[in-house]
């Protein structure tokens, strides 16, 4: 464990047990997880109150202020912006390293993906139909008549607590056993379902979420967590390597 801080090593100490190599299901974060930004701080910079919302979001992703208060807090101050803007973020959205293959042999192998985020339906639609992902739960910004946002949401926040409860309801679904499942996220919010998981991994998530996490991801993109779930690079042929 000093060796790998010290030689910017990631490691994974698990239980080898009959469910390490039998995980079923995958649950992402996806802003600074499946992608390298926060898709409710582009579109603030596009409403001019970049400045204001990247503040309550690194605070929240910190867990220094309540997820639901400080998102009702960003959302309202996005009023007026016209809906177009979330098509072009969309195309324009930088994937973490590592995704492409992930996704590719997650599928391959039958595993069952979904995102559950604290951003938006909207883009999580978008790579949802980029990789074939089964699932997308995220929050629905309300947009009135003639295609403004409204300042306001549409239904339940996906904050933490509602993470862990998705995750649990999605297993229940598919019929996977808790201990066959997977949470990979990066903020504060994401905690309870890294906790909920049979494997939880913090990726180049912030310092909190690292010290509370069983298993993180600090210097490889996102398809290290294929060696965590007992991958080599031998069993995906010469496409598959690293």
């Given at each position: 464990m000093r060796l790998s801080q010290a030689m910017g090593i990631d490691f994974s100490f698990q239980q080898d047990d009959m469910y390490r190599r039998m995980r079923r299901l995958i649950c992402f974060d996806m802003d600074s997880t499946l992608i390298q930004t926060e898709c409710i701080d582009e579109l603030a910079a596009r409403a001019g109150v970049g400045d204001q919302v990247k503040a309550i979001t690194e605070r929240a992703m910190r867990g220094e202020i309540d997820f639901k208060e400080s998102f009702a807090e960003r959302v309202a101050l996005l009023k007026g912006l016209d809906q177009s803007v979330m098509r072009e973020i969309a195309e324009n959205m930088p994937i973490t390293e590592g995704v492409p293959r992930l996704m590719s042999v997650l599928k391959r192998c039958g595993y069952k993906i979904a995102i559950l985020s604290g951003g938006f339906t909207y883009f999580g639609e978008y790579l949802q139909r980029l990789y074939g992902i089964d699932y997308v739960y995220a929050n629905e910004l309300e947009i009135d008549d003639n295609g403004k946002l409204t300042g306001r949401y549409v239904g339940e926040v996906v904050d933490g607590k509602r993470k862990a409860e998705l995750l649990r309801l999605i297993a229940q679904v598919e019929k996977v056993n808790l201990a066959q499942t997977i949470a990979v996220g990066d903020g504060a919010n994401d905690l309870p379902m890294i906790s909920e998981a049979g494997l939880g991994i913090a990726f180049h998530a912030k310092p909190r979420v690292v010290a509370n996490a069983r298993q993180?991801?600090?210097?490889?993109?996102?398809?290290?967590?294929?060696?965590?779930?007992?991958?080599?690079?031998?069993?995906?042929?010469e496409q598959g390597r690293l």
């Open positions: 993180s991801i600090n210097t490889l993109g996102l398809d290290g967590v294929l060696y965590f779930l007992g991958f080599k690079d031998s069993y995906l042929g």
